[in-house]
């Protein structure tokens, strides 16, 4: 009896990632060539006489911000800049990922376009049309927060694409069978460990460590998701299930210093709340970034927590945040929910 439950839970996973598979960034029809570009890395075509002063200013005030919940200031994207003419001649820049297009000149007709996927794929060009550059600068304001959803938008799609092709089949089998989701997990990536409804995978090299922590419970009610009830559970989640080095240790929440919480769009999910700042390891000196979703389920009944931290004390920590951000972002639910 027991080895047939087995065998159908397996079953039941396979055919569950067949059903991601189908829909997976793999199996998208390419027809165009895959994009280029460092991770976060923005190229804006803008010429010289028009990508300066005040326009250059206000660029930097939309691109290098600091990216919210690191422990030592990092921008949140890297700014590489070339004139409009290099763009459109030279088919190494028309590649890469991230283009925001600042077309200047008398007689355009002050718009602001979306294209996507124009020259590869995938990719984002944000392509502003200004007569001068006091309408560009309107426009930039105007948009600024669409730009940067469209910039991640095509971050999270790239690395979902690049995870999937090294993924690891059967760790994400097991997490298929376990929730009746998927979630696209890296080569690298291990089981660490299993407590009920609580899993904790990660990935461990001698410079830096990743990891995605899941938890599942029934949904009750609304107040589930407000913030203060959020990190209380996460911090009794961690405190319980990812000790330290040091006897005694345990990770949590790293309160003195501000974490970022708002409701966030996530796909497949009526309602989730992103939860950005520092862990620390009480007991011991290990500490670095998080981000977490507490996401209600397609079907109502399910209050998901996917957390991915960093520990990298030597290197910056931006890229490594998106990793994990990518994998708790690469949630596919069960059709049948």
Request: charged share 25%; net charge negative; with cysteine.
């Amino acid at each position: 009896m027991e080895r047939r439950h087995t065998a159908l839970a397996l079953m039941a996973a396979a055919a569950m990632l067949l059903t991601v598979a189908c829909n997976s960034p793999e199996n998208k029809a390419l027809t165009k060539r895959s994009s280029s570009g460092k991770t976060c890395e923005v190229l804006v075509a803008a010429d010289k006489a028009h990508y300066s002063d005040a326009t250059k200013a206000l660029l930097d005030s939309i691109l290098l911000t600091p990216q919210d919940g690191l422990p030592q200031p990092e921008a949140r994207f890297s700014v590489v800049n070339v004139p409009v003419s290099s763009l459109h001649n030279t088919q190494m820049f028309k590649m890469h990922r991230n283009i925001i297009l600042c077309d200047v000149k008398a007689g355009n007709p002050d718009k602001f376009y979306i294209h996507h996927d124009q020259w590869a794929e995938p990719q984002v060009v944000v392509d502003i049309a200004a007569s001068n550059d006091e309408q560009l600068r309107a426009m930039l304001r105007r948009h600024c927060d669409r730009i940067v959803e469209e910039i991640y938008g095509t971050e999270y799609d790239r690395m979902a694409r690049a995870f999937y092709k090294d993924r690891n089949v059967e760790l994400m089998a097991r997490v298929a069978d376990k929730y009746g989701f998927s979630l696209t997990l890296p080569q690298e990536f291990s089981w660490a460990k299993e407590d009920g409804d609580f899993l904790w995978l990660r990935k461990e090299t001698k410079d830096f460590g990743l990891g995605v922590l899941v938890n599942v419970m029934p949904y009750r009610d609304q107040h589930q998701f407000d913030s203060v009830k959020v990190l209380d559970r996460l911090d009794t989640l961690m405190r319980r299930e990812v000790p330290g080095s040091a006897e005694g240790s345990y990770m949590g929440t790293e309160r003195r210093f501000d974490l970022q919480c708002r409701q966030v769009d996530f796909d497949g999910s009526p309602y989730c709340l992103e939860t950005r700042g520092l862990w620390r390891t009480f007991g011991d000196f290990m500490g670095g970034p998080f981000v977490s979703y507490s996401l209600l389920s397609p079907d109502g009944t399910q209050v998901v927590d996917l957390i991915g931290y960093v520990y990298c004390p030597r290197f910056d920590k931006r890229d490594y945040l998106m990793q994990v951000d990518g994998i708790c972002r690469s949630i596919k639910w069960n059709k049948g929910e």
